[in-house]
């Protein structure tokens, strides 16, 4: 199975036990962390890129579920922040699909979210960081 990323939301009273650890050990899946806010007694959440058996998957998350976590899918979309784009236009030569592009006869550097497939290649091309990744869970 190709790497599937999500979000956990962990409620305050289950925050501390070790379901992560459980899913690798239990559920022979692999975990990377994208990004984790957790703390004591306090509602949780991570996002989480897990790979392994597509039966072992569903069966890990269905374990997290039991356990009271909210799982949800991730969506993410990169979004610019304007107020710091110079349309400089150094973005639109890293971007390999051309959702970033120069506009003409403007001259306006613009964003095409359809086009763009969130590979994050031109976070790092930016000399101002007017583009950054939104993570967002859904149902
Ligand atoms: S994330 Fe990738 S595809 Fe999307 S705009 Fe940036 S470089 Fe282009
Ligand atoms: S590299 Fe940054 S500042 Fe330049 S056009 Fe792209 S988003 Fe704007």
């Given at each position: 199975m190709s790497p599937k990323k999500i979000v956990l939301r962990?409620?305050?009273?289950?925050?501390?036990?070790?379901?992560?650890?459980?899913?690798?050990?239990?559920?022979?899946?692999?975990?990377?962390?994208?990004?984790?806010?957790?703390?004591?007694?306090?509602e949780g959440s991570m996002v989480v890129e897990l790979t392994g058996d597509p039966d072992?998957?569903?069966?890990?998350?269905?374990?997290?579920r039991d356990q009271g976590?909210?799982?949800?899918?991730?969506?993410?979309?990169?979004?610019?922040?304007?107020?710091?784009?110079?349309?400089?236009?150094?973005?639109?030569?890293s971007c390999p699909t051309g959702a970033l592009f120069i506009s003409r006869p403007s001259m306006e550097v613009i964003l095409?979210?359809?086009?763009?497939?969130v590979c994050g290649v031109c976070l790092k091309t930016c000399p101002v960081k007017a583009i950054e990744v939104n993570f967002n869970g859904k149902n």
């Open positions: 962990f409620p305050p009273q289950i925050v501390d036990r070790p379901l992560i650890s459980t899913l690798v050990k239990d559920y022979d899946l692999m975990i990377s962390i994208v990004k984790a806010n957790i703390n004591p007694y306090k072992n998957y569903n069966q890990g998350l269905d374990f997290l976590v909210r799982v949800e899918d991730l969506s993410e979309d990169i979004v610019r922040i304007m107020d710091r784009c110079t349309h400089c236009g150094a973005c639109t030569s095409d979210d359809e086009k763009c497939v």
